[in-house]
């Protein structure tokens, strides 16, 4: 029953996302290691991606996140909302993998918390003066991520090549 609320509510998000003509993401891994975490570069970590899916021109996403270290209150205190379907939210699940309460929020890059917008904002300026090193273009994916650096930038010319 849980998973079909899960695909109920993913899929209600997804709507929404297209509707609005920007991108779905699943924000996955979120981890940080020890010595950073209770730290304002946690936030900004996140406030970051905010910028970021802003810069692309907005997204809609969607996390798993743990209760155990307090993940999920952080998230949520930043912009991060339960999923729901059928207006009901969905319940935290227990992840036996990782050996804990799990909780699925969905994010949008338009409605964080206003208390965080000059930081995101601060965020999309650094992202502009951030020169991307790339190796010798060997790679499938490099075209996108000059497109990337581009869109950031606004600068091509800024891309270091490395090889």
């Given at each position: ?7 109920a509510?993913?899929?209600?998000e997804?709507?929404?996302a297209?509707?609005r ?16 975490r209770?730290?304002t570069e946690?936030i900004?970590?996140?406030l ?26 952080i ?19 227990y ?12 994010f949008?890059?338009d409605?964080?918390?206003v ?29 996108d991520?000059?497109s ?6 606004g ?9």
């Amino acid at each position: 029953m849980l998973g079909a609320q899960i695909r109920a509510a993913v899929e209600t998000e997804l709507d929404f996302a297209k509707r609005r003509g920007i991108w779905y993401v699943e924000l996955g891994g979120w981890a940080i290691c020890e010595s950073m975490r209770c730290t304002t570069e946690a936030i900004r970590t996140l406030l970051t991606v905010y910028a970021l899916s802003r810069i692309q021109g907005g997204a809609v996403g969607l996390s798993s996140a743990t209760t155990r270290h307090h993940s999920s209150s952080i998230l949520r205190r930043i912009g991060g909302r339960p999923l729901k379907t059928n207006g009901m939210e969905i319940s935290p699940y227990y992840d036996a993998g990782y050996a804990c309460e799990m909780e699925l929020l969905g994010f949008d890059s338009d409605s964080p918390n206003v208390r965080y917008e000059g930081w995101i904002n601060d965020c999309q300026e650094m992202l502009h003066q951030v020169p991307v090193v790339l190796g010798a273009p060997t790679n499938t994916c490099i075209s996108d991520l000059v497109s990337l650096q581009a869109a950031v930038a606004g600068h091509p010319g800024q891309i270091l090549w490395q090889s």
